[in-house]
């Protein structure tokens, strides 16, 4: 089996900013089902011949190509020009200290790096390289990425994920999940008690739960032991550093566990205020109002998780009880708890790396079903205090630029003609307030995408990059079977092509007979080609 990537540079000065992709051939063998896995995360190259061993080679051939000349007005878009594009690693791409599939990564990387990309982001995870003890530090497998992507001339964005996966499946430390089996208010509740083991409750940052340890000390401890670890890396290779602020990485509460069936309207969620912990904060926070009854809990008349915000009235777009004292009172108490913890995990990021030579920065969610109601229920469980009467994501753009830290905003490739109309969803319009709030406080924007192959999402992306809410970097997730697929490693491709290397005017190129036009140059003169074969 191989795949042929064809690439063409009309003018060799800058190889970088000039690529440019004419054409895309993949020419499929009879194993091409078995060359990818399926697992949507992670690349595997099987020999379907059950050979005892399977690779994926990369060979580079380039013809010499003669330099077209320059015309005056071909100039490339400033705003083009300040897009950095990185792509992201398997999620499983690191097991304890071995790197999973390190042939078929090591040649993704030199792809990337053809392809003209920026970099690659790698999601290191604290279950992970701190699996069995507390302070017991496993870096090995990620310093072997590092020095690869090194190697391949590319730029590393780290993400530290204090959370959990569930697929691929990646739990929080079993240390832990120990103590968890006896304590298990260091977990969020919902209403009906149930803890989520994603990731730690925001009310025990503070609290010694972690072996006499707060869970932001032992945060802290790990982003040192990083930093020295990865000390010959930081600034030079590495230079973006993602910090972890709950569920998936991102800032916010767990209101949905789970995934909707595809095709389904998805539900309100839960408020996630029902631990002890959180429980007792709330009831301080009463008590300090004046309104001691109002500390017992969350609201007793919202909707459970995949239930609609109409099942109950807490939601209900004309005196619901969202627009009552108390409903004022509960979200305003709710999202400052979010925003405090999202304070402090971004403020301990900025203490430690403020001597380092890069970029600090933390993801926020793209809660948009429902945001063409009135009340915004998916981002008021969330823990977003946003709604048609008041502009949320204020405080929010408020706290990163207070820690000079940048904000990653995933769906980026979802536009509203593709979702669901019964679920009253609009990701532009709520894209388009985020970056609002973030331009208003100086805030820069990391784009990235919700998923590999969502319709016109390549399209999407490049039409919201290029929005006056301008983003600096886009994050491309991710790199694994579905991304390498026929159905879409080409349109990504064409994507790359597009937005590094616009099309010239046909005005500005010779015409004169016996002088060939850019096009033809690029197809006969120049090509590239990445060949991937089975073993």
Known sequence: MEVSVIRSCSQATNPKTELGFSDSRFSFGKFNEKLFSRKPNSVSFESPLRRGKSGLRITAQAAQSDRLPKSKSSTKSKTLNRIRLFAGLPLDVVSGGTVNQFR??????????LLGLEGVELPIWWGVVEHESMGKYNWSGYLTIAEMVRKAGLK?????CFHASSQPKIPLPEWVLDIGKTKSNIFFKDRAGKPYRGCLSLAVDELAVLNGKTPME????FCESFKSAFSAFIGSTITGITMGLGPD??????????FAKSGTVPGAGEFQCYDKNMLHLLKQHAEACGKPKWGLGGPHNAPAYSELPTANTFFKDHGGSWESPYGDFFLSWYSSQLIAHGDRLLSLASSVFSDSAVNIFGKVPLMHSWH?????????????YNTATRKGYKEVAEMFARNSCKIILPGMDQSD?????????SPELLLAEI???CNKHGVGISGQNSTVGAPDGLKQIKKNMLSENLNDSFIFQRIGAQFFAPEHFPLFIEFVRKLNQPEPHSGNLPTKEGTTTATDSVHTRSNLSIHMQSA
């Not at 993704?108 to 790096?113: E, F, S, V």
């Not at 003609?417 to 969803?425: N, R, V």
């Open 104 to 113: 078929a990564i090591s040649a993704g990387l030199k792809a990337l790096k």
């Open 156 to 160: 590393l964005n780290v993400t530290l």
């Open 218 to 221: 032992v945060y802290q401890d």
């Open 249 to 258: 990485g991102e800032l916010r509460y767990p209101s949905h566990r789970g």
């Open 372 to 384: 063409g109601t009135r009340s915004h229920p998916s981002e008021l469980t969330a823990g977003f």
């Open 417 to 425: 003609k593709y979702q669901l109309k019964e679920s009253l969803s």
């Open 435 to 437: 970056g609002t709030a």
